[in-house]
């Protein structure tokens, strides 16, 4: 629509030439940019299921939740009563989010776009399952249990045991004795003791030595001192 000369009248005159009413008309679309808001709405048959959205609780249902990306979804319904229902929910983009038209849809439209998707899920009671009817059921896991180890037969013996004897090892040689060598040898004999010949030798041992009678002597009384003298004058 071409701007008339009254309109034009009317701006400054620093806004009156096509460049800079260009650069107005950007600064206006980039303040008026819209947005695009996505929820999704959850129901369930019946109602009041808790839900959780990729792990995270979102209410009981109905509920509804705002997202950023689409894709695929984990949605998870819990009831008392009824069976878990888990779900992976498909969320395909709408044709102005699909690359490159949500450039144009998130920051030139001059207004907000929604994308309001709604599901719902039927749940299933749970099936209870009578006493007898699962005392039959491990009763017959038991009988089948049974006739297998006894198809297979009894588990074969251990082997035995094997007592074998080591063989006898060399003989050990004899000790050889010394003088030490700058302090550090071989072991020396002590003095007086005649190394041995070999293991059992009578040298090794020698008979313990026979000690004086102790003597006793009464301890000597010194003479007493006497009296002490009287202190003298303070």
Not at 14 to 19: C, S, V, Y
Request: glycine share 6%; proline share 18%; net charge positive.
């Amino acid at each position: 629509m071409p701007v008339s000369s009254s309109a034009t009248a009317l701006l400054p005159w620093r806004l009156q030439t096509p460049r800079r009413r260009l650069a107005l008309a950007c600064a206006a679309l980039v303040v008026c940019a819209g947005c695009v808001q996505r929820r999704i709405t959850i129901r369930s048959n019946p109602p009041g299921a808790l839900v959780y959205v990729d792990k995270y609780e979102i209410g009981k249902t109905p509920c509804s939740v705002e997202y950023i990306y689409y894709g695929t979804r984990e949605i998870k319904l819990v009831k008392d009563g009824f069976e878990t229902l888990t779900v992976l929910q498909w969320i395909p983009p709408p044709l102005y989010e699909i690359p490159p038209l949500d450039f144009v849809s998130e920051n030139i439209v001059p207004y907000e776009l929604r994308d309001e998707r709604t599901f719902e899920y039927q749940l299933v009671p749970t099936r209870v399952v009578p006493t007898n009817q699962l005392l039959g059921r491990a009763e017959n896991l038991r009988q089948a249990t049974r006739l297998e180890n006894l198809a297979a037969g009894p588990p074969p013996p251990p082997p035995p045991i094997r007592n074998e004897q080591l063989p006898a090892g060399p003989p050990l040689a004899d000790p050889v004795y010394g003088a030490p060598r700058h302090g550090r040898g071989i072991f020396a004999a002590p003095q007086g003791l005649q190394p041995p010949g070999a293991f059992g030798s009578p040298n090794l041992y020698q008979p313990p030595q026979t000690l004086p009678p102790a003597t006793y002597a009464p301890p000597q009384w010194l003479p007493s001192p006497g009296p002490l003298p009287p202190r003298g004058p303070q």
